[in-house]
């Protein structure tokens, strides 16, 4: 089984920058994923980090360190249509979900 | 093309009935899976199917079953509705990365 944590909430101003932490244990890390989710809605792929450092898509950035059990999301330029949870998703053989990170994006 | 579907979108039950949730995707994806999520919390593993044929506990299977006859369709069934089954469901397919459906908001009351 994994051990996955994030911070419950996190607020930032329209424009912003924000920056979503996520630490697993796991022992035998295949992959891990970010994945957005709007209340009511079913999740959305962000990202997937399956090596050492920065993935960039766009306004939004994953990195990973391995050796470290870390990821965070970089949400950049931030958009009240950002305002939603993010799940950090680790793959050990299946997929584990974190409980999520509900960001709150203010004018 | 239209990826995972489930139904029924909303449901009610009374305690003790029972009803399938049904999932059903068209993109060939080997990888079916059943996730439960609870108000304010993450998704958590209820089954999974890996082909035709083949399926395996995940995190938190008590108080359902699951088939998986064809590579389409991955029924989730609850024999005996509790309260403590009132949550959303999410049927996903495939691997990197996992495509949702739309979600099952299941009251037992």
């Known amino acids: 089984g994994q051990n996955i944590d994030q911070p419950t909430e996190m607020t930032a101003t329209e424009g912003a920058i924000v920056q979503i932490n996520c630490t697993y244990q796991t022992s035998g890390f295949n992959g891990l994923f970010w994945y957005q989710q709007h209340a009511g809605e079913a999740p959305t792929f962000l990202s997937y980090n399956v090596l050492d450092g920065l993935e960039e898509k766009g306004r939004f950035s994953s990195f990973l360190s391995r050796s470290k059990g870390y990821s965070y999301l970089l949400l950049k330029e931030l958009q009240m249509k950002d305002s939603a949870s993010y799940l950090c998703a680790v793959v050990e053989g299946k997929l584990s979900f974190g409980a999520g990170t509900t960001v709150t994006v203010r004018a | 093309n239209a990826g995972v579907t489930q139904t029924p979108k909303f449901r009610i039950l009374k305690i003790g009935q029972s009803m399938t949730l049904q999932c059903t995707q068209d993109?060939?994806?080997?990888?079916m899976y059943w996730y439960r999520q609870d108000p304010g919390m993450g998704l958590k593993l209820i089954y999974y199917?890996?082909?035709?044929?083949?399926?395996d506990k995940g995190e938190v299977p008590n108080g359902y079953n699951v088939s998986r006859s064809t590579t389409e369709d991955f029924p989730l069934r609850l024999e005996l509705a509790a309260p403590s089954q009132t949550s959303v469901y999410f049927c996903?397919?495939?691997?990197?990365?996992?495509?949702f459906g739309d979600g099952t908001r299941l009251s037992i009351l």
């Open positions: 993109m060939n994806h080997n990888y």
């Open positions: 199917s890996v082909g035709a044929g083949i399926t």
């Open positions: 996903a397919s495939s691997y990197e990365p996992q495509h």
